[in-house]
């Protein structure tokens, strides 16, 4: 029994022999087998808790965002844009609200796409087709929902699609604006049109805004878009897994953008556009004036540069523009078979000869270079031999040796060609001009003192500068030898004899002379023709005065201002006035103008009459133009009578108004 308990006592443990065994056969002892296994486990475990990490601190927000995208969806709120108002804070522009039926792309699967148009087009009246190219103008990517009807009619086609959501996912119904004209024509080339912007402006100059967005694209709705357009919100809209939405979460107000008050007087305004259209009708009644098919009149205030009135004929009816069913409205406006060019803005975007209107100039150059003096007299005979040409005056007969305010009376052209020849006498030499290409006589001189051969710096787009010609310029336009030889390339007497009473290649706007005669009525200080006057809030509160350039003094000597004054006074009522017939003695108010009647080409002559008053101090210049009217005195003259005379009635009614009120405050 001892020998058996001694045996098995000495016999090694199980676990050991086998781990001996296992040494034995080359295998690792367990410790380090369990230290391999342990730095593997801890390495996974490392990655494992870094890929958390990762997916929850470093990617929670965009799988958050992702999240909370599968359940809202920002629809914008859109801004209504300013209004526009006149100088007395009458509308001329404001907003319409209107429902639209918009498509959110991520809201819908492409494969569905196709039914659900089918199902929504006889909801709002259309066809699948017109719907997809309204989807086929988003831009790949976009967020922004697509416009699919931007003015639903009646409300019944909005009800049945908030009644039936779950069968159009994605679709949804948003509160937009379209812009309103009370008055239609009036001013409509001024106050401009709004559009929305384009794949290049969105890159270039409007990176702030989004696809869809509306700015201003002409007139001052363009010039002052930044402060009409306000800030878009919007309404944070809860959709569930099948694109319907379910709910309104947050919301960001939109802010609407600012008024603009222009210069514009209202009733002036459409005083002026019933004369006009009443004259060129009239015109076109006429023997003289049968080809009349348009004109243009402006009113400026004479010590600011505000502008009262802007009216170009015939205009054309803003609401057009918002009206889908009008653009065959639209397309005719800017056919090039519309002889009317009603979209032509004849105020400043077009430019013509001013004919006798100029002669103002001619005069104070003529008086500046000491060529004349206003009491100096010259023969007004019924024509001209000029290097052999026959140059005629208006009248065939002889009016005598005449004053500078007779010859501005009388328009007679004779007395201008003589002060034309001493400016061509001026004109410099081919030395001179190979040395200084632009070399000018006074003449030219004193037109570019007066603003014409340049923009005006009006602050609505689309003026043209016209041109005060001289030996450049003809250069450039006589260049082609198929129809010109060289000597008729130089500068010529013909050509200082025409640019003296307005001809030849002399070009202006109605703006242009307006701002000459508004120059000439307050004693020489040019200022900036302008539309803007200041920029209100929403409550009409006023925020700023909008700026305008720095006058310019043009130095005009009081003796020859004084000199051409009297003959623009002679005009309207000397005996022999050609503007008697309107603004006679019994007109309520003393003027002062000039009528012109201008040649271009073959058509018909030019109507034009420019002028002022009242004359002891005056407040208002005025010119009309009615382009192949005949004779300015008879068409273009009543439309300046009209448009003084309601404007001095109306202040004659305010006078009134004010010594009532302060006789009713000082009897109480």
């Not at 148009?117 to 997809?132: C, R």
């Not at 831009?139 to 959501?165: C, F, R, S, T």
């Not at 010590?303 to 803003?318: H, K, R």
């Not at 000199?563 to 003027?591: H, I, M, Q």
């Amino acid at each position: 029994m001892s020998g058996n308990r001694g045996s098995r006592r000495g016999r090694p443990p199980r676990g050991v022999s086998e781990l001996s065994r296992s040494a034995r056969e080359g295998a690792l002892p367990i410790a380090p087998r369990i230290a391999v296994a342990g730095i593997i486990g801890a390495v996974l475990f490392g990655i494992l808790i870094l890929r958390l990490w990762a997916l929850t601190v470093l990617g929670g927000a965009q799988y958050a965002e992702r999240a909370d995208r599968n359940q809202l969806r920002l629809l914008p709120r859109e801004a209504p844009r300013g209004k526009i108002l006149d100088r007395n804070g009458e509308p001329l522009v404001s907003n319409r609200e209107v429902q639209q039926v918009v498509l959110n792309l991520q809201d819908v699967d492409v494969e569905r796409l196709p039914s659900l148009l089918a199902a929504l087009a006889p909801v709002l009246d259309t066809t699948p087709a017109k719907l997809q190219k309204q989807v086929d103008k988003a831009v790949p990517g976009q967020l922004e929902p697509v416009v699919l009807a931007g003015d639903v009619k009646g409300m019944n086609p909005i009800w049945y699609l908030q009644e039936h959501k779950g069968e159009f996912p994605g679709i949804d119904v948003k509160k937009s604006y379209q812009r309103s004209y009370p008055f239609n024509k009036t001013a409509a080339h001024i106050l401009g049109q709004v559009g929305e912007v384009s794949e290049n402006q969105l890159k270039t100059t409007h990176t702030n805004l989004k696809s869809g967005d509306r700015l201003g694209v002409s007139g001052v709705e363009n010039t002052y878009d930044s402060f009409l357009r306000g800030t878009d919100g919007y309404d944070a809209v809860q959709v569930n897994a099948a694109g319907v939405r379910e709910g309104i979460g947050r919301q960001l107000p939109a802010q609407p953008g600012n008024n603009l008050q222009l210069t514009i007087d209202l009733p002036l305004q459409r005083v002026a556009d019933k004369a006009l259209n009443e004259w060129v009708h009239k015109a076109a009644s006429m023997p003289k004036g049968h080809d009349a098919d348009g004109g243009a009149i402006v009113a400026m205030d004479v010590d600011s540069g505000e502008l009262l009135v802007s009216a170009s004929n015939p205009s054309f009816d803003e609401n057009m523009f918002v009206d889908p069913l009008r653009y065959r409205e639209v397309q005719r406006l800017y056919s090039k078979k519309n002889k009317a060019k009603p979209s032509m803005d004849r105020t400043l975007g077009g430019s013509w000869p001013p004919g006798s209107t100029y002669k103002t100039i001619t005069a104070l150059a003529a008086m500046d270079d000491k060529l004349i003096t206003p009491s100096d007299t010259l023969e007004c005979a019924g024509s001209m031999d000029i290097f052999g040409r026959k140059f005629k005056n208006h009248e065939t007969g002889s009016r005598g040796w005449i004053n500078l305010s007779q010859a501005l009376e009388t328009s007679c052209d004779t007395y201008f060609y003589q002060l034309g020849l001493s400016f061509y006498n001026q004109e410099p030499g081919p030395e001179e001009l190979k040395k200084n290409p632009n070399a000018e006589s006074s003449l030219q001189q004193w037109s570019r003192k007066f603003g014409l051969g340049e923009s005006t710096g009006v602050d609505v787009p689309g003026e043209v500068p016209g041109m005060v010609p001289n030996a450049a310029t003809k250069q450039e336009l006589y260049s082609d030898p198929k129809r010109f030889q060289a000597w008729e390339r130089n500068w010529l007497p013909g050509d200082s004899v025409n640019l003296s009473i307005g001809q030849g290649d002399l070009l202006v706007t109605p703006l242009q002379m307006t701002s000459v005669f508004a120059t000439l009525a307050n004693g020489g200080t040019k200022y900036t023709p302008h539309f803007g006057r200041s920029i209100r809030d929403a409550s009409g509160k006023e925020e700023f005065s909008l700026p305008v350039k720095k006058p310019v003094d043009l130095g005009l000597d009081p003796v020859s201002h004084a000199g051409v004054k009297d003959g623009l006074y002679a005009v309207n009522n000397g005996a022999n006035g050609t503007g008697r017939g309107v603004f006679g003695e019994s007109f309520p108010v003393s003027t002062a103008g000039k009528s012109g009647t201008a040649e271009k080409g073959t058509t018909t002559d030019l109507a034009w009459y420019c002028g002022y008053a009242p004359v002891e101090k005056p407040e208002i210049a005025a010119c009309a133009f009615i382009d192949k009217g005949g004779g300015g005195s008879a068409v273009a003259a009543p439309v300046v009578a009209a448009v003084f005379r309601e404007y001095f009635s109306k202040k004659h009614q305010d006078l009134m108004a004010r010594t009532a009120r302060r006789d009713a405050a000082a009897a109480e």
